[in-house]
């Protein structure tokens, strides 16, 4: 059985080409192509397989994290999107709620009024309508939503979204209108709200429909094209593609959902990243990938990655009511521009220099000065042996930006360098605080895993200002997301709004409830052809005390739903609700708002990772002037320089260090020890501790 994971990042595409049978791993990383990722993918299909020995029709399966639904949305470029909804409320999507983003200012920035999604002259209402029971009120007037069809064809609108009140109880005007809309607009893309997120809170179900409308017909189109040219390349394999909750879905199931690849390959970075973290034994784990554009954090509490708040999950400022990992992501990478601002601030990034022209080092043509300029300048690059030796770093050109910025400082460029990297680094260090601290959870209890490009560049040091005190870097850091695609199995959601009060609770229909998304979901496993035997049901809820306006998902056993399995849900959200809000209120009455089933199927994925063979000592491959600061001061160190892969196993080693391998850089402070374990990840430590 072999298996391809290929994780389409902003600089580069990352693939990682595993042999089952044989426990047989082969690497490799190539420049991304912006314009069109597929064109990148196939091309870095053909360069591993050619490593590997193989052929691309000798792939069983291929699994793949995009970012194109989500570059979508970051950059407001999606499809000319139309909307249909009930007479009276054409402007929910522009009104959003009564909580305002940032209570105080006047100045804020709402995202679904200064760069709307679907813009009002696209919104047409019609007359129809349900009660909160799912009755019909008023018929749905079929005529008027053929007309408002035609006028957005003439407006030139390529998706349309239909959402109504109450769909979530009853979608049968939804499901009416997209047929008639499917009926008169043929090419374009149709999507119903409650197709997408069948909850109550229509501002927030509403802009989650109108994210996957807007970005749907370029998700599509991607997956398309992908698949063709993949065909064309002999490959025979099955295609999955990495959703925004951990799992991977069929090309069909992403042409139907399409934002459910929202956080496809940051999702896939946490997913590796908890994988290596069970078997190297550490079940808290702070992930931390950095790439060239972004750093994205995740946190594994007792080996279960975090799901996101459906109330405070967002992409570019929009809510998204879709089953998340929460993930929290800053625009801090390899190709983050450190520069003056308009008040003489020293800042580094968000701004990138992105993957062309790139960090002036890549010799592209960059003339800003980068993170990645700032570590060649201190020594922590080998601009010789850089991708394994398949790059050349330009120093010289280095030196020259970062000193144009030290000169504007007034500084030296190895203390600008220096700046911008502990400018860079605090940076990542508050967002992680942001997801511990400020959640209660004690980051120094927690193992911090550097990988992406420049994760095991920075890991140590940032650890360090959080009084981390242990630092995995995994085997292939630079590919960890696409290693994190060979983990995951087939996943599937589905929900039902359910309002039950305890004490009140009707047991047959809770039972029903969960029978009819079973079925759903079985329905789903039988056309990807996935056996019985290999498929599981997880039963989830939110749950919260009757009038909050906010819910907790807890966990629900299976089999008959009577009142003894009911009081451990009970017990487990107050439980929940003590730890996560420091209180809970026992003799208060617990709603039941909504009702999930979570469906895995089972696929061919990698198991134990390969234990290493090192060497009996290690030997250095050079050495060169690496500058850390030391107890305040900029101190230049002699600093070995070490093949990662001719490492030894279980030797405790002293930094400073620097780690080269194909994928990454790793940097050994002067105040860290380091060793390599039985399944080849860097183990870290800080001295003393």
């Known amino acids: 059985m072999i298996v391809v994971g290929v994780d389409v990042g902003g600089t580069f595409t990352d693939l990682i080409l595993a042999d089952l049978a044989k426990q047989k ?80 200012s006047i100045m804020q920035d709402l995202p679904w009024q200064n760069r ?17 029971t799912g009755a019909e009120l008023l018929a749905l007037d079929e005529q008027a939503v053929r007309a ?8 030139g609108v390529e998706s349309v979204l239909v959402g109504f009140l109450f769909s979530y109880v009853n979608p049968v005007h939804e499901r009416r209108a997209a ?15 409650s197709g997408v997120a069948p909850q109550f809170r229509e501002f927030e179900r509403f802009t989650t429909a109108a994210m996957s409308a807007f970005i749907g017909p370029k998700v599509r189109r991607y997956i398309d094209e992908l698949q063709a040219e993949l065909h064309a390349q002999g490959l025979k394999g099955e295609l999955h593609v990495m959703t925004s909750s951990g799992g991977v879905a069929t090309p069909e199931m992403i042409s139907e959902k399409p934002a ?40 594994i509490v007792d080996g279960r990655l975090a799901d996101a708040d459906t109330r405070s999950a967002s992409i570019a400022g929009f809510p998204v009511m879709l089953p998340m990992i929460d993930i929290h992501t800053i625009g801090a990478g390899g190709g983050s521009i450190a520069y003056l601002d308009r008040g003489g601030a020293f800042r580094v990034g968000p701004e990138s220099a992105g993957a062309d022209p790139g960090p002036a080092a890549y010799g592209k043509g960059g003339d800003l000065p980068t993170v990645t300029d700032a570590n060649l300048v201190l020594g922590r690059l080998a601009p010789q042996n850089f991708l394994g030796g398949d790059m050349t770093l330009d120093a010289d050109a280095s030196r020259r930006v970062i000193g144009k910025l030290a000169d504007q400082l007034g500084r030296s460029p190895e203390e600008t360098a220096e700046g911008a990297l502990t400018v860079l680094n605090s940076n990542m260090a508050n967002a992680i605080r942001s997801r511990t601290v400020q959640k209660g959870i004690d980051p120094r209890e927690f193992t911090l895993s550097g990988f992406g490009g420049a994760g095991p560049l920075h890991a140590a040091e940032v650890a360090g200002m959080l009084g981390v005190r242990r630092v995995l870097i995994p085997p292939h850091p630079g590919i960890t997301s696409a290693m994190g695609l060979l983990t995951a199995d087939l996943e599937y959601h589905a929900l039902r709004t359910a309002f039950a009060v305890k004490g009140s609770i009707d047991h047959a229909r809770l039972t029903a409830l969960f029978d009819d998304m079973q079925a759903e979901l079985s329905g789903i496993f039988d056309r990807d052809g996935v056996p019985v035997e290999k ?9 919260r005390y009757v009038g909050q306006g906010y819910e907790l998902k807890i966990d629900i056993p299976d089999g008959p739903l009577d009142e003894t399995v009911l009081e451990q849900v009970w017990q487990a959200f107050h439980d929940r609700h003590r730890a996560e809000y420091g209180h809970a209120f026992e003799q208060a009455p617990i709603e039941i708002v909504t009702v999930k089933l979570r469906g895995l199927g089972e696929v061919e994925k990698l198991g134990t990772p390969p234990e290493a063979e ?33 490492l030894p196993v279980g030797e405790p080693m002293q930094g400073p260090a620097i780690l080269l391998q194909t994928d990454s850089t790793t940097v050994v402070p002067p105040d860290w020890s380091f060793e390599v374990d039985r399944f080849a990840n860097v183990v870290m430590t800080r001295n003393g501790e």
């Open 25 to 104: 791993l082969t690497i490799h990383k190539t420049p991304s192509t912006p314009a069109n990722p597929a064109i990148g993918v196939v091309t870095g299909l053909r360069a591993i397989c050619d490593k590997a020995g193989i052929t691309s029709a000798e792939i069983d399966s291929l699994f793949h994290g995009t970012t194109v639904g989500t570059n979508a949305m970051l950059e407001h470029d999606g499809a000319v999107t139309g909307m249909i909804t009930n007479d009276g409320f054409r402007d929910i999507l522009h009104i959003g709620r009564h909580q305002r983003p940032q209570h105080y």
């Open 116 to 132: 709307p999604l679907i813009r009002r002259r696209h919104r047409h209402t019609v007359a129809g309508r349900l009660d909160a």
């Open 148 to 155: 408002a069809a035609r006028e957005m064809i003439a407006q």
């Open 179 to 193: 047929e008639i809309v499917q009926e008169e607009m043929p090419d374009a893309f149709v999507t119903t709200s």
């Open 260 to 299: 459910s690849t929202l956080l496809s390959g940051l999702v896939a970075g946490v997913r590796g990243g908890a994988w290596i973290g069970n078997h190297a034994g550490s079940d808290r784990l702070i992930t931390l990938d950095i790439g060239g554009t972004s750093a994205d954090i995740g946190i």
């Open 535 to 543: 498929r599981r049901m997880l039963r989830e809820g939110d749950l």
């Open 614 to 646: 090192g060497p009996v000592a290690a030997s250095s491959v050079g050495q060169g002037q690496c500058v850390f600061r030391v107890d305040e001061t900029l101190k230049s160190f002699e600093t070995p320089y070490y093949d990662r892969t001719c």
